[in-house]
C-alpha cells in the first residue's frame, strides 16, 4: 500500500468535501448529469481514441496513487494516455459548461429552469477539475517517478510536454462562466 497516495488522495477530497459543506448542504455539489458528462464522456472519447483494451490499462493505472507496484515496459504509453485522457476530461467540462449555457439561454423566458441549467454548466467543471487534477495527473505524475531517469529523459517528447491544449479548455471554461454571469444578469433584467 501507497501511504502517502492513500494519505493525499484522502486529503485532497476531504477538504473538497469540507468547504462544500461549510458553504451549504452537500447535496447540491451531487448533480448526475454533470456526472455522466465530466466521467462518461472521457472515458467514451478514451475508448475511441486508445481502444477499449488499452483504455482500461490506463485505468487500471490509476491504482498506483493507493498501492505501489513495479515499473512496466508499457508506463510510457500508459503516461502518454492518461495526458490525452485528461484532455478528454477538460473537453467534457466544455461540453458540459456550453450544454448549461444553451439550455440557460433558451429558458430565458422561464427564470425558474435557468438554475439548474446554470448548476450543470458549473457543476460540470468542478467534477472536471476534480477529476482531472485530483486523480489523473497525481495518478500520471506518480507513474512517471517509477521510471529511471534516463527512460524518462528518452521518452520526453511534444505530446508529453507541457500541453497546451488543456490550457486552451481551462480559458474556455472561464469564458463560459463569465457568459453565464451575463445570462443571471439578463434574466433578473427581464423579470
Not at 21 to 41: C, E, K, N, R, S
Not at 61 to 71: D, F, K, Q
Not at 135 to 142: D, E, G, H, N, S
Not at 155 to 166: F, G, L, P, V
Request: proline fraction near 4%; glycine fraction near 8%.
Amino acid at each position: 500500500m501507497n501511504v502517502s497516495g492513500v494519505v493525499g488522495l484522502a486529503g485532497f477530497f476531504a477538504l473538497i468535501i469540507a468547504a462544500c459543506m461549510l458553504g451549504g448542504d452537500l447535496d447540491m455539489f451531487v448533480h448526475i448529469p454533470a456526472i455522466i458528462i465530466a466521467v462518461g464522456v472521457p472515458i467514451a472519447a478514451s475508448v475511441t481514441s486508445f481502444g477499449g483494451k488499452n483504455c482500461l490499462e490506463a485505468i487500471k493505472a490509476l491504482l498506483v496513487l493507493i498501492s505501489t507496484r513495479e515499473p512496466t515496459a508499457n508506463d510510457r504509453q500508459i503516461i502518454f494516455r492518461l495526458n490525452k485522457f485528461i484532455d478528454h476530461t477538460y473537453a467534457a467540462g466544455i461540453f458540459g459548461a456550453g450544454i448549461g449555457l444553451v439550455q440557460s439561454l433558451a429558458n430565458m423566458d422561464d427564470p425558474s429552469k435557468i438554475g439548474p441549467a446554470i448548476a450543470l454548466s458549473l457543476i460540470s467543471l468542478i467534477y472536471v477539475f476534480l477529476l482531472a487534477e485530483g486523480i489523473l495527473r497525481p495518478a500520471m505524475q506518480r507513474l512517471k517517478n517509477t521510471l529511471p531517469e534516463r527512460v524518462w529523459a528518452e521518452s520526453i517528447d511534444k505530446n508529453e510536454a507541457i500541453n497546451h491544449a488543456q490550457y486552451l479548455y481551462i480559458g474556455m471554461a472561464i469564458m463560459i462562466t463569465i457568459s453565464i454571469f451575463f445570462v443571471l444578469i439578463l434574466s433578473f433584467s427581464t423579470t
